[in-house]
């Protein structure tokens, strides 16, 4: 996967919140810096998994690159164009091309509105289609992702977790858009049923050639259905290669405590697995640790180095960029 | 299953919508069936007790009980519709929207809001009108003013729930507009709260217009009214109570009726109720 067309740039992508005090007058006095300067890009037809522990900005990556939250720095090139600066007609244009998948099958669909009109609803807001039209294409779509098309007419509490998810990638798959954001699609499953959405969501991608942000946490699954994954941290990118690399030699001290953390199916190797156990809590994202955002928790950081200088997020070759002191060949010695 | 069969499974709804029908029927039926003019005084029957010619009596004018019930009735819906419908609309309008939109629009929406809540609401409406003057559209306004805010609030917690879930977010991604959300989302989920209201608020304008013209500054005589009848009943109350015994009853009745009314709304609307 090392050439194909950029689909999705992201450049030095910030998404700050505001942290304000006061009843009256809302005195700003910091920001939740939730996503604080990522730099990756996503091509046609691939899988880029991005990973990391709660609270580490994944979520908010992938809302601020479909410009639900209106990034406070950086760009986001969609083919290209930049979202960031776009507005009105030609953005909601562009949310055809763009869909998310959401994390819980339950908040995600309008429990007063049938399937039929759920999954139809982002045609009429486009105004693709109307009438019978409109429900024959939604029945065409219910098939798609495995579900009866006469289910059209019921409400969201008559299904399964597993099947409301379906019906939400339903949803997301009809305006025929070229880009998903699967925000944790599967974390709110059942171990049974996560199987078979991952494997619906790779039979999408081949039929429609789509192309995926998969966010979650589970680095299995990860590493199931990506192509190159992502590491956060802290509202940054650690680490970031193909699946293989980043599995097989991973050069971030945190990459290699989350792998560790993997148990393996094999009691003989599991035996023999060792743990990085990481000690400390993650700090607060409204004031990050100067320096590299991991020194406070790496087993391994370099004093008077990784405390006092930002380590840069670079290429080191074979598509394998990682923002680490350690892992930078002309650094180790050091 | 209808709302109409809902809720006359419930006790409470039952006999608020029964209570609260009559109430309608009787009001807008009133210029037919009051057996004698409500302002034509007959002079030899003063404050006479119920008989079969006036069956619930006469006032100290000779006019009959009956019809001028009737007649008030009429009057006191008209009013106390009107006022309602009004503050529904405006009222809800600006809960969604300061729901809605959110920061300083909210803030200052609701702040109001709170300064009309820390009147009694009785108070507020005497105020306004002795203020203004009486009249019947005074007493509209009053209960106008008494209605909005608990509107507004109805309407913006909902607005708010609704604006936090996760489908809107999903609506958002593909493109809706806030027209769209609003009709299609947040309207859908406001509109029960809201009707539990309007009959909350219906039984709140009965009775601000009639305390209103209790003290002589609603609809003004001689054009019956419920509020002024018990007042003049006042000085016979001791050998004709039937003068005041009556309109007290229409009041207490068609109040308590729209209260059960709403009661039986709330337990039948309310999704979280029909589950369980």
Known sequence: ?334 | MSLLRRLAKNRNGLVGLILVSTYVLVALLSPWITPHDPLTMHIKNRLEGPSQTFLLGTDDYGRDTLSRLLVGARNSLKLAMMAVVFSAIVGSILGIAAGYLGGWFDTVVMRMVDILFAFPGIVLALLFVAALGPSEENVMWAIVIRSIPTYARTSRGPTLSVKAEEYITAIRSVGAGSGRIIMRHILPNVMAPIIVQTSLALSTGVLTDATLSFLGLGIQPPAPSWGSMVSQARANIEFAPWTAIFPSAAIALVVLGFNLLGDGLRDTLDPRLRKG
């Open chain 1, 1 to 334: 996967m090392a050439e194909g067309e950029i689909l999705v740039e992201v450049k030095n992508l910030k998404m700050w919140f505001p942290i304000t005090q006061g009843i009256v007058f809302q005195r700003h006095i910091g920001d939740i810096k939730a996503v604080n300067g990522l730099d990756f890009f996503v091509r046609r037809g691939e899988t880029l998994g991005l990973v990391g522990e709660s609270g580490c900005g994944k979520s908010t990556t992938g809302r601020a690159i479909l410009q639900l939250y209106r990034p406070t720095g950086g760009d986001v090139l969609f083919e290209g164009q930049s979202l960031c600066t776009m507005k009105g007609e030609p953005l909601r244009h562009m949310r055809r091309k763009m869909q998310m998948i959401f994390q819980d099958p339950y908040a995600s669909l309008n429990p007063r509105m049938t399937v039929g009109d759920i999954v139809g609803e982002p045609l009429e807001v486009h105004n693709l289609m109307s009438g019978k039209a409109l429900r024959d294409r939604v029945m065409d779509l219910l098939e798609v992702v495995g579900l009866n098309r006469y289910f059209i007419n019921r409400y969201p509490h008559e299904f399964s977790g597993g099947q409301r998810q379906r019906i939400g990638v339903a949803r997301a798959l009809a305006v025929q858009p070229d880009f998903i954001v699967c925000d944790e699609p599967i974390s709110a499953l059942d171990v049974s049923i996560q199987a078979q959405i991952i494997n619906l969501l790779e039979e999408l991608q081949k039929q429609f050639g789509l192309t995926y942000l998969f966010i979650a946490h589970d680095l299995s699954v990860v590493r199931h259905i990506s192509d190159r994954i992502a590491v956060m941290y802290l509202g940054k990118i650690v680490e970031l290669t193909t699946r293989n690399q980043l599995y097989d030699n991973p050069l971030h001290p945190y990459t290699q405590a989350l792998l560790s953390a993997v148990p393996i199916p094999d009691p003989a190797v599991e035996e023999k697995r060792k743990r990085i156990i990481l000690t400390g809590d993650v700090p607060s994202p409204a004031n990050p640790p100067k320096g590299c955002h991991f020194h406070t928790r790496c087993p391994v950081y370099i004093a008077g180095t990784c405390d006092v200088e930002e380590p840069e997020f670079v290429d080191i070759g074979n598509e394998h960029w990682v923002a680490c002191h350690r892992a930078r060949p002309d650094r180790t010695q050091s």
